[in-house]
């Protein structure tokens, strides 16, 4: 694989954006951590200030200068907030309730993550059967449901002019931890233990950087009206009420009937068995021989609970997760409903 450093320097001012890439112990160590996609390095980009997959300055331009459309529906969170549940439940209310077309089509493709293909150089995307999202986002058809994890500032500018609806999902952030953690094991075969990556993340070093920036962004537009700001607690605790709210927002209608179905196919073992949304196929291509990922895992749909961080952050670790939220909140007003 070609090294980006010896391409790119170490910063740069581009269309919008600066960068530097990220240097120091615990960078090294977070990248060494895992066995693929990270040897280009982590770059920081401002605004606003958040780690990134350092291949993505490449493509933060193309990105920002992306055509919008009035109807589409961007579903926006930090990584492992409750994404792939929301992007199933908003489709299928944009697409008249399809569950065959649901079942048939990878959510992947009905519903595309726009910077997927942005985050690592073009030898290991096609190595690792990664088509180019951005393109494929703008090929897709009326109404459009789009997924991203970029911070807002990295968005593209049109979603501040044309106004389509966005939902964004918040979740505990000691369980985005955890999950985040896992996934690394999954995607990356990241081979660092749990506190390491924590480590890494509370230092704001992980892509799409700090998690409190990234909500609060968020939280504080969360009154505009193409905008619904909802959390993963809220839809384990009561999924026909999110289920409604989202369905009001999208101006679609559900008999008690509908409701009732569609609650079952959003359930955690529904959607664990659901190869459209399970990312199981994803997962065989990418552990396949091209990348050689190696050491146990857990899948995509792991447990789906809240509180679940207990069974891998330790007491030091959550003191220190408890500090950095009371930091990062002090004076904000921001709470979070449901939390258990
Ligand atoms: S990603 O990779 O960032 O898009 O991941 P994301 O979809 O945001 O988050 C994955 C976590 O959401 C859980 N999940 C669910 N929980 C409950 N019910 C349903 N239906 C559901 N669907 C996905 C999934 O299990 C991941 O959480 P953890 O804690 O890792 O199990």
């Known amino acids: 694989m070609t090294s980006s450093k010896n391409l790119f320097p170490q910063s740069r001012k581009m269309d919008d954006f600066q960068f530097e890439v990220l240097q120091g112990p615990?960078?090294?160590?977070?990248?060494?951590?895992?066995?693929?996609?990270?040897?280009?390095?982590?770059?920081?980009?401002w605004p606003p200030g958040c780690a990134m997959f350092a291949e993505y300055?490449?493509?933060?331009?193309?990105?920002?200068?992306?055509?919008?459309?009035?109807?589409?529906?961007?579903?926006?969170?930090?990584p492992k907030s409750g994404t792939t549940w929301t992007q199933e439940m908003a489709w299928l209310l944009i697409n008249n309730l399809d569950y065959e077309t649901a079942r048939k089509i990878p959510q992947t493709e009905r519903s595309p993550y726009l910077e997927l293909g942005c985050l690592v150089d073009e030898d290991t995307r096609r190595k690792a059967n990664i088509a180019d999202s951005v393109r494929a986002?703008?090929?897709?058809q009326s109404p459009r449901c789009i997924k991203s994890h970029l911070p807002l500032q990295l968005l593209p500018k049109q979603l501040w002019t044309v106004r389509p609806k966005i939902i964004y999902v918040?979740?505990?952030?000691?369980?985005?931890?955890?999950?985040?953690?896992?996934?690394y094991r999954?995607?990356?075969?990241?081979?660092?233990?749990?506190?390491?990556?924590?480590?890494?993340?509370?230092?704001?070093?992980v892509p799409y950087g700090s998690v409190w920036d990234h909500i609060l962004d968020f939280w504080n537009?969360?009154?505009?009206?193409?905008?619904?700001?909802?959390?993963?607690?809220?839809?384990?605790?009561?999924?026909?009420?999110?289920?409604q709210r989202t369905a009001d927002f999208l101006d679609c209608t559900l008999t008690s009937e509908q409701m009732k179905r569609l609650c079952?196919?959003?359930?955690?073992?529904?959607?664990?068995?659901?190869?459209?949304?399970?990312?199981?196929?994803?997962?065989?291509?990418?552990?396949?021989k091209e990348t050689n990922l190696v050491g146990k895992i857990e899948p995509f749909m792991r447990k789906g609970e809240v509180g679940g961080w207990k069974n891998d952050?330790?007491?030091?670790?959550?003191?220190?997760?408890?500090?950095?939220?009371?930091?990062?909140?002090?004076g904000v007003g921001y709470e979070l409903k449901y939390q258990e």
């Open 313 to 330: 952050v330790t007491p030091q670790l959550e003191e220190r997760l408890n500090v950095y939220t009371e930091g990062k909140l002090a």
């Open 137 to 140: 986002v703008e090929m897709l």
């Open 264 to 288: 079952e196919h959003l359930s955690f073992e529904s959607m664990k068995e659901n190869r459209s949304v399970s990312h199981e196929d994803e997962m065989a291509k990418l552990r396949g």
């Open 186 to 205: 999954l995607f990356f075969g990241y081979t660092g233990s749990c506190e390491d990556f924590v480590e890494a993340f509370l230092a704001e070093i």
């Open 221 to 243: 537009i969360r009154h505009e009206s193409n905008v619904m700001f909802n959390t993963f607690e809220e839809m384990k605790k009561d999924l026909p009420r999110v289920v």
């Open 57 to 78: 300055r490449n493509h933060a331009d193309r990105v920002r200068h992306l055509t919008v459309r009035k109807d589409d529906v961007w579903i926006l969170t930090y």
């Open 26 to 45: 615990l960078v090294d160590k977070f990248k060494t951590a895992n066995q693929t996609f990270h040897s280009d390095g982590v770059i920081r980009m």
């Open 170 to 183: 918040a979740r505990d952030v000691k369980d985005v931890a955890a999950s985040y953690y896992h996934h």
